[in-house]
């Protein structure tokens, strides 16, 4: 996982991680760009280990989008979706499943 990972980051593609993973995978192996926000799971113990850390579901730094955890899986996805497909796809989607856009970055 971890080679896959430093090679999207390399190449400049999309990656992303949530819940405790931006902590305890990308940040021990140099995979959080220098000066880039993210966010985790909200607990000290993976918060600590992040250097510019948010309060947002979730965060889009650069190629690299985290989010909290299990609660805002949903929110991640459809941002992941954007990137994929563009802003105008992911409303249309999060429209069909009743999601308030509101909440997305």
Known sequence: LIQLLEKQKSQGKLYGAICAAP????????????????????????????????????????????SQGPGTALLFALQLGEHLYGKEKRDE??????VQIVRLI
Do not use: W
């Open 93 to 98: 989607i999060a429209k069909q499943m009743l």
């Open 23 to 66: 902590a305890v995978a990308l940040a021990p192996h140099g995979l959080i760009p220098d000066g880039a926000t993210t966010t985790c799971y909200p607990a000290p113990g993976f918060r600590d280990k992040l250097k510019n850390v948010s309060e947002d579901d979730v965060v889009v730094s650069g190629t690299l989008t985290t």
